[in-house]
């Protein structure tokens, strides 16, 4: 039977790509990813990850990484594609290319984690059959996920690196919460760099706010 495991890598910065990440391997061999010390990618150093991302590439029969840059993920929700409408469009694309028998996929709907699946299955062939699975903590229960969480995570840090040598500037985490990436932002957001930036995210929604309510302030 062949097993497929699928997760992203950076779901909530403001700053950068997501990245969505499925891997394809026989369940007779899944084994085999334990043995080398695949586990999801939150439980691992980096210096653990990268070692693994080559191992687990020659271990698998195929995978498939999906970068979304921050331009794309813009595009799609002006035509009102969230997050998770988007993710389930990307999860649904390596199931089609993997082929597996069966998938399993970590799930970012909550309460009800099988809606997920629900929402990939609207974007399968009817004529595909394969049997989807999807969990919260599906990274921690299966290491087939726990190896595409792997190939995520290094390709996604690896995407941001590439972003910081390209504009020489420091944006710290890219995460909303971190003070180095929201001065980034606000110095950013409508200039050159504005391409790496998530537009859609409530934190450029205010700062768009607060750009209308002064420039009415300046016709009153």
Not at 5 to 24: F, H, K, N, T, Y
Not at 187 to 200: F, M, P, V
């Amino acid at each position: 039977m062949k097993i497929c495991g699928i997760d992203e890598a950076r779901r909530g910065p403001v700053i950068g790509p997501m990245v969505i990440s499925g891997i394809l391997i026989d369940d007779s061999n899944s084994a085999e990813l334990k043995k080398i010390g695949v586990k999801d990618s939150k439980l691992l150093t980096p210096k653990q990850r990268e070692a693994l991302f080559p191992k687990i590439k020659k271990l698998v029969e195929n995978y498939k990484v999906i970068i979304i840059s921050a331009q794309e993920i813009d595009s799609r929700a002006s035509v009102g594609l969230n997050i998770n409408q988007l993710e389930a469009l990307k999860a649904a694309e390596i199931i089609k290319d993997l082929k597996p028998d069966i998938a399993y996929v970590d799930s970012p709907t909550s309460p009800r984690a099988s809606k997920f699946a629900e929402m990939i299955r609207a974007s399968l062939p009817k004529d595909l059959h394969v049997d989807i699975i999807a969990e919260h903590k599906a990274d921690v229960n299966h290491v087939e996920v726990g190896a595409a969480s792997i190939l995520s995570k290094v390709t996604g840090d690896e995407e941001v690196e590439k972003i910081r040598k390209e504009i020489g500037l420091d944006f710290g985490s890219g995460y909303p919460a971190d003070p180095i990436t929201m001065g980034f932002v606000r110095e950013h957001w409508e200039n050159k760099l504005a391409k790496y930036i998530r537009h859609s995210w409530g934190t450029i929604k205010e700062l768009e706010k607060l750009k209308n309510q002064k420039t009415l302030e300046g016709f009153g």
